[in-house]
């Protein structure tokens, strides 16, 4: 779980700065999970209905992450003081 928080706060930092060119947008993205392995039947079931938003303005970034009904993460990246702060929740 750790592992795939992490992937998601990385890849929120390089779209970020990939999309630098930009002022100001939002990006959102329906997570969908599929696996024909029953053994991974529940961990598709509870985050199923993921989702990822992302929302910038000049340095600043903000991402917001929804696991399904298993827990929330808010990625706040300001460009200029290169400060960022998650926040994890729980459902």
Do not use: C, W
């Not at 060119?21 to 079931?45: F, T, W």
């Amino acid at each position: 779980m750790q592992k795939l928080v992490l992937l998601f706060a990385m890849t929120i930092v390089t779209s970020v700065m990939s999309i630098a060119q930009l002022k100001e947008g939002r990006i959102s993205y329906d997570i969908e999970m599929s696996s024909d392995d029953p053994d991974k039947a529940m961990a598709v079931a509870m985050f199923g209905a993921s989702t990822m938003d992302l929302y910038f303005s000049g340095d600043l970034a903000r991402t917001e992450l929804n696991f399904g009904s298993m827990m929330s993460m808010a990625t706040l990246v300001n460009n200029e003081t290169e400060d960022i702060l998650i926040l994890k929740g729980g459902a």
